[in-house]
């Protein structure tokens, strides 16, 4: 029989319960044994609901209080200094959560960890922080009670971890820098040791197979990270009674396939929807390894094509008999959890989508057909169905959609005039001082301001009454940021719900689900649109908003719009034509929006494209096309306007040093980044490349509760006007305010103008 297994399940529960219960916890109003309660009971929930699917091993240790990888350098003992944790004590919940957010209810504050992107996701990790001089030890117990639970309940655990080249590679620390970080090598003989006992812990406990994610390996890796992988996985099967299996996911392992194959490992996963990798030559290669094949798309929500995958399977089988496994491409972590929640979809589309708990359906369905099992017959032409009327409905494609997008390579992408010149004619226009402040758009959003869009949504508020409670919020918020005296103001975003769900629900082309969460980091959640048709915008949709603001006061507001780009990243996005046509029509319905803003009398628009950066291709072989048609998008969105309207977009969460040729080819008038976190130092990017825009460092992380203080935002500043010129530097949050509280952001923004304004006495 053919194995099943899951390489992770999405731990946020059906109804975001995780989010709700770790936020109570922060905010004291539920104790800890409450908290992990909550936690153990969804983690019991979803092993249940794998097993009754027809897995054969179900996934331990991809359940996260915050990020995985975070709860993995808990593990280790990799704290940071700052964190005060005792080097012989257990690392507690709490220092876990400090160093995730800077603040928990227990231990003294102290800076956020550093926070980026998953590959190439819209989901974030905390970055490890390592030492020159760094210990490794276990320091947390909560992975293996877990496979205790497990084992308890009746199932046989597989445990998750990252692996020890893939968990270093991600890892940052000031004494590692050079082009390759190979310098963080030489903590392997500390840290492989640790990973050694960590496994024989699992081999005590009676675990047979362990899962080792090195998804680092579908990169293009340095050399002297290659030739590491033979060293370290000799020392750790050598130690090992459990059998390994290496798992790759979110491309082919290409360069890195026959490095792949030699490791002295047990089994090997492939990533087969995102990876083409020749089977032909890895199956000569595996010896008696177990290769693990992942058909089922763990990152979209369509339904798989099981007759494709069956094709390409059988002759496997034949090959390979029980050392075929099946698992989804990759962790389902990316999926909403439930689709049979949705009771507000139309059947019709409803039926061609498939959420984390169906593709384990689809697994089983896969695996079943494999087999020989007639009893999945019903289920594999039920399939068919589905994709055969997705094929044929008449609701995917729009003639004049079509022909626009055709004509659209005809659509100037030039500003009327050079930066230099545009930006002289957008200061006489606008009078800013020197470093300009400003926000990134959102603003809290309160319980009143969700209830009232909730209220209006299900029917119980009309249309009318809603109008002036969010009139209400934007007067408030627009009399606030005058008081606080901000340069450049927001009006605040308190009738959006989210920066993409927003537009999706006033463009053609988009539907949305009520429970499609994903995780985004830690309790954040995204419920991401579905982009399933051809993308138009049939009336426009900020600009009553923004226009109303503006009438509220004499000072520039800003026209907030998320880009073509991020728009895409952060959809599910239909997967019957190219990316780059979807990006296009998006860009296009943009541009009228664009266009309105500015007839309505907006000299600041905002045009956020935080996710530039992570639709990078994994491999840099296939950057310059991507990168191409990306800045293609948001020229095509933005260029239509006169010189003296400023365009802004915002960035945040990145490396930019692999894109700044991109950044600058946007030409956008003033770009805001992310750079608390980092300390500045990822303007070394923008100083090495001579980036001849303003720009806007962000001097506060707005994802810690902390308040920064005046004279910390100075310094950043400072940092800043090192590395780049004064007067091209604009003082701003790193990211939108729409998380945070208002007792936390009045304080927080008042220092940073505050700090502005000392930066400006300093000139």
Known sequence: MTTLHNLGFPRIGARRELKQAVEAYWAGDLQQTELEHVGKSLRERHWALQADAGLDLVPVGDFAWYDQILEFSCLLGVVPNRFQQDNDQPVSLDTLFRMARGRAPSGTPAAACEMTKWFDTNYHYIVPELAADQTFRIARESLFEQVEDAKAQGHAPKPVIPGPLTYLYLSKGESFDGADDSNKLTLLDSLIPVYRQILQRFADQGVEWVQIDEPILVLDLPDSWQRSYLRVYDQLAAASDCQLLLATYFGGLENNLFTALELPVDGLHLDRVRGNDDLGQVVPRLGDKVLSLGYINGRNIWRTDLDAALDALIALRNELGDRLWLAPSCSLLHSPVDLDQEDKLYSELKSWLSFAKQKLQELALLGGALDGDSS??????????????????????????????????????????????????????????????????????????????????????????????????????????????????????????????????????????????????????????????????????????????????????????????????????????????????IALALRDEVQDLEAAGIQVIQIDEPALREGLPLRKADWGQYLDWAVDCFRLATVGVADDTQIHTHMCYSEFNDIIEAIAALDADVITIETSRSNMELLDAFRDFQYPNDIGPGVYDIHSPNEPDVSWMVQLMEKAAERLPRERLWVNPDCGLKTRKWEETRGALANMVDAAKQLREAV
């Open 376 to 585: 999945v017959n019903a289920g594999l032409q039920a399939q068919r169905d589905a994709l055969q009327a997705r094929g044929l409905s008449n609701r995917i494609h729009n003639p004049v959609v079509g022909k626009r997008l055709a004509a659209a390579g005809e659509v100037s992408r030039d500003r009327h005039s050079p930066f230099a010149e545009r930006i002289a004619r957008q200061q006489q226009a606008l009078q800013l001082p020197a470093f300009p402040t400003t926000t990134i758009g959102s603003f809290p959003q309160t319980r009143e301001i969700r209830t009232a869009r909730r209220d209006w949504k299900t029917g119980r508020l009309d249309d009318a009454n809603y109008t002036q409670q969010m009139k209400q919020e934007i007067a408030r918020c627009i009399r606030y940021q005058e008081e606080v005296e901000l340069d450049v103001l927001v009006h605040g975003e308190a009738e959006r719900n989210d920066m993409v769900e927003y537009f999706g629900e006033l463009l053609d082309g988009f539907v949305f689900t009520r429970f499609g969460w994903v995780q985004s980091y830690g309790s954040r959640c995204v419920k991401p649109p579905i982009i399933f048709g051809d993308v138009q915008r049939p009336e426009a949709m900020t600009v009553a908003w923004a226009e109303y603001a503006q009438s509220l006061t004499d000072k520039p507001v800003k026209g907030m719009l998320t880009g073509p780009v991020t728009i895409l990243q952060w959809s599910f996005v239909r997967d019957d034509q190219p990316r780059a046509d979807t990006c296009r029509q």
